[in-house]
Structure formats: structure tokens, C-alpha cells
């Protein structure tokens, strides 16, 4: 059975910076892409960022570009997010995301096998 449990979550000012780390059991990890989406009251979930299986290729959602990092660690079965820059538009829910499929990159919702509980992320401006 699939688990993903994220930590990292919290409450920062404008311009802050935030790690957010998933912890991933129960599957080969590193055969599937990951990614990480977020999702603000009120809106639909996001794509923010995705890494390939070996980790060698990365992708992101524009609104993060050159703010955002995700990295994947196979040994560990982790893969995080660090955010830097953090701006209020930033604020939502995020979720560790695992692909559907080996060798698909999730970058879309409909490409997510198992979804993580989510860690709250509040930017304050």
C-alpha cells in the first residue's frame, strides 16, 4: 500500500523560505516520477513542480520558476520542495503527488496514482 507523508508545512512572512520534504513507502520509488501541487481555498489543485524517477530531469509550473526546487533522494525515498521567495500567493495546501505509471511524468492530476494528506503553507505578507 502506497504512502506518502509530507512534513514542512508552515507559516512564513514574504520573502521567507520553506522546505517541504515526503517521505514515500510501500512502492519501488524510484520508478515513478513525483511532483508536488498545491491548492488554495476556494480554487482547483495545481501543478507545481515534477521530477523524473532518476531524478535527472525537473519541471515546473511558471508562477514558481526560479523559486522553487524539488529533489528526489532514491536511497531514502524522499522528495522535497524548497521554496524560497515565498510571496501570499504562495499560500495553500500542498500535496506530494506519485505517478500513475512507471516512466510518466505527473505533471497533471489525472497522472497522480496517490496523493499525500497535504501540509498547509501560509505566506504572510
Known amino acids: 500500500q502506497v504512502q506518502l507523508v509530507e512534513s514542512g508545512g508552515g507559516l512564513v512572512q514574504a520573502g521567507g523560505s520553506l522546505r517541504l520534504s515526503c517521505v514515500a513507502s510501500?512502492?519501488?520509488?524510484?520508478?515513478?516520477?513525483m511532483a508536488w501541487f498545491r491548492q488554495a481555498p476556494g480554487k482547483e489543485r495545481d501543478f507545481v513542480a515534477a521530477i523524473t524517477w532518476g531524478g535527472g530531469s525537473t519541471f515546473y509550473a511558471d508562477s514558481v520558476k526560479g523559486r522553487f526546487t524539488i529533489s528526489r533522494n532514491n536511497a531514502k525515498n524522499t522528495v522535497s520542495l524548497q521554496m524560497n521567495s515565498l510571496k501570499p500567493e504562495d499560500t495553500a495546501v500542498y500535496y506530494c503527488a506519485a505517478a500513475k505509471d512507471p516512466i510518466v511524468v505527473v505533471t497533471t492530476t489525472q497522472r497522480v496514482g496517490s496523493w499525500g494528506q497535504g501540509t498547509q503553507v501560509t505566506v504572510s505578507s
Open positions: 510501500g512502492y519501488t520509488f524510484s520508478s515513478y516520477s
